[in-house]
């Protein structure tokens, strides 16, 4: 379960730059609940995400991941709970280390880092199987340092990552947006699979409205801060682009405007 | 053929200070290679090393226990620099200045004095320059070679333990370390430490050899474990692929370094021109591969066969 309770957040408050980027977020999230989100430029997308992950401090409210209220953990502590990957490919993964490496890092997540091996022969064999399964030939590649990687290639690799040891729930911001278009259907369709696979709650931000609306069992669209449409179950089954297009102007009074969304509609 | 017999004669001993500098210089390699931090702390720490050894040994403290010491005052000069930079948000470079000037302080209240004399005849050491030519198991050449060998063994397990794999990804991605669970702060600290523990080692080694701890004996320390880090690389970088051979590396560019001190030196160069000398060489060296870089990149835009593209 994942509950957002009224959170809030600006930016550089008191200049000439504040930037009211949340404004008093409302969201509750059930058990393997799959969640796409789409905005505008500037919505707030991307600030509700790393406040869920802690990147920065909430100014009010609090989130709450499974009755554990981690308003006030710092981000590496909250990470015990989320997987996530970043729209930047370059940002998921260690580029100076190995493939088997940065698998190894993920799986101790939320564990003690002590002097135990860092990797063992055993995780060997398991990571050589998982990276089988995303079918991109890493299986072969284990030790080769992730920066020598593609995009497509340390997306997924990241994807694994963040869901090797089960998250609570799992944070994907735009993670295909980087990627052309081949590689970004496979990317996504790998991320279909694992969260079905493991049940993950999971909160997806895209500039996709025909991925947002086929993906997951919820959409939700923000404008400048704040949650305007809010649709789940059959009724998101059945949505078509113009509905949704004319829900979000009733809603919020104002023409759906992002150049990503519309171009790629 | 003079300056040949001449330079053959002086190579134990530019081989052995490469080898005591070359501790030093696996320590700058944690720093700047690993956490990709420049730490001028270490200007400092080498003569807090040598400054700790030294009072001791000449209190009649053991020798080893001495040298753990000094490598403990060299975790504690290093923590001090990684509190600056992580705790209270100072830019590494400037922590590192602000550790290595007030140390100065610190070292000469270790000593009470600017320079303390220790001599190997009245006193026992594990180094010194006079035995650089014995055939014998204290030669420096042996006895660093060894704590070298050991230093890296222990190095290159450590680094593959969950804690030193922590402290890599904290230096290669500090978004990605902290989405994993890694504490960057606590880990940029112990990298640190780790590294100016190594470095006043490295001190205390150099302080016996050499006879004498001064207040000074770091100056300028930071830019002559750059230039082992980089020649190291340079010249061994494409066969040395594994961490440990990385580190062996990186004590081959400071033997090296050495070498070729000794040689400009025998030579006739001015010996008040050295520092120059080494600043000059490390800045070309860092310099080329970016110059590389630039030059292949405006071949990219003018790609050969002389058809513009549109």
């Not at chain 1, 022969?121 to 920066?147: F, M, N, P, S």
């Not at chain 1, 931000?205 to 449409?229: C, F, K, P, S, Y």
């Not at chain 2, 300056?3 to 320590?27: E, K, R, V």
């Not at chain 2, 030193?164 to 902290?178: K, P, V, Y």
Request: charged fraction near 20%.
């Amino acid at each position: 379960m994942l509950d957002i309770i009224n959170v809030e957040k600006t930016f550089n408050p008191g200049t000439i730059n504040e930037k009211k980027a949340l404004c008093g977020i409302n969201l509750h999230l059930d058990e393997g609940d799959f969640v796409t989100v789409i905005g505008g430029n500037g919505a707030g997308k991307s600030t509700m995400l790393n406040m869920i992950a802690g990147v920065y401090p909430v100014d009010c409210g609090s989130i709450v991941i499974d009755g554990t209220d981690v308003t006030r953990l710092p981000e590496f502590k909250r990470a015990r709970y989320l997987g996530r990957v970043f729209q930047d490919p370059m940002t998921g993964t260690a580029p100076d280390m190995q493939i088997e490496e940065n698998l190894a890092l993920a799986a101790r997540r939320g564990k003690c880092r002590l002097l135990r091996p860092g990797i063992t022969a055993k995780e060997r064999k398991e990571y050589k199987e998982l990276l089988k399964v995303l079918d991109l030939g890493l299986e072969d590649r284990l030790t080769a340092k992730v920066g020598l990687l593609s995009g497509g290639q340390r997306q997924a690799l990241t994807l694994l990552m963040a869901t090797l040891s089960k998250p609570k729930l799992l944070l994907l911001d735009e993670h295909t947006a980087a990627l052309d278009p081949k590689t970004a259907k496979k990317v996504l369709d790998i991320t279909e699979e694992i969260v079905a696979k493991n049940n993950l709650m999971t909160v997806m931000i895209t500039h996709n409205m025909a991925d947002a609306i086929r993906v997951g069992n919820r959409l939700i669209m923000m404008h400048e801060g704040q949650i305007v449409v809010d649709v789940r179950g059959e009724e998101k089954k059945q949505l078509t682009i113009e509905q949704l297009l004319r829900m979000f102007e009733a809603s919020s009074g104002s023409q759906f405007t992002s150049d990503k969304v519309m171009l790629s509609k | 053929m003079e300056i040949f017999g001449q330079l053959l004669g002086a190579l134990p001993g530019s081989i052995s200070q490469g080898l005591i500098w070359g501790i030093m210089a696996i320590g700058v390699y944690l720093t700047y290679r690993i956490l990709d931090i420049a730490d001028l702390t270490v200007d400092g720490s080498f003569a807090t090393g040598g400054a700790v050894a030294v009072v001791l040994i000449l209190n009649g403290c053991n020798l080893w226990l001495a040298m753990l010491i000094a490598f403990i005052a060299g975790l504690l000069a290093g923590a001090a620099t990684g509190l600056l930079h992580t705790f209270m948000g100072i830019p590494p470079i400037l922590a590192g200045i602000l550790t290595q000037l007030s140390l100065y302080s610190v070292n000469l209240k270790i000593m009470g004095k600017a320079n303390q004399s220790i001599n190997v005849n009245q006193t026992d050491l594990l180094v010194s320059l006079r035995w650089v030519k014995e055939f014998a198991f204290h030669n420096p050449l042996i006895t660093v070679g060894i704590v070298l060998a050991v230093l890296i063994a222990v190095l290159y397990w450590f680094f593959g333990t969950e804690m030193g794999c922590a402290i890599r990804a904290t230096g290669s991605n500090l978004r990605m370390s902290r989405a994993q669970g890694i504490n960057t702060n606590f880990n940029k600290v112990l990298g640190i430490m780790l590294s100016n523990g190594l470095v006043a080692l490295s001190g205390a080694f150099l302080a016996q050899y050499q006879g004498f701890a001064d207040v000074k004996m770091g100056q300028g320390a930071i830019v002559i474990g750059l230039a082992a880090v980089i020649i190291g690389e340079a010249l061994l970088g494409k066969i040395f692929k594994n961490f440990a051979l990385r580190l062996v590396a990186v004590t081959c560019g400071s033997v090296i370094y050495y070498i070729v001190i000794q040689a400009v030196i025998t030579m006739g160069l001015d010996a008040n021109l050295l520092k120059l000398l080494s600043a000059a060489i490390v800045a070309i060296f860092l310099a080329v591969p970016y110059w590389k870089r630039q030059y292949k990149e405006t071949h990219m835009r003018r790609p050969k066969g002389g058809k513009a593209h549109a």
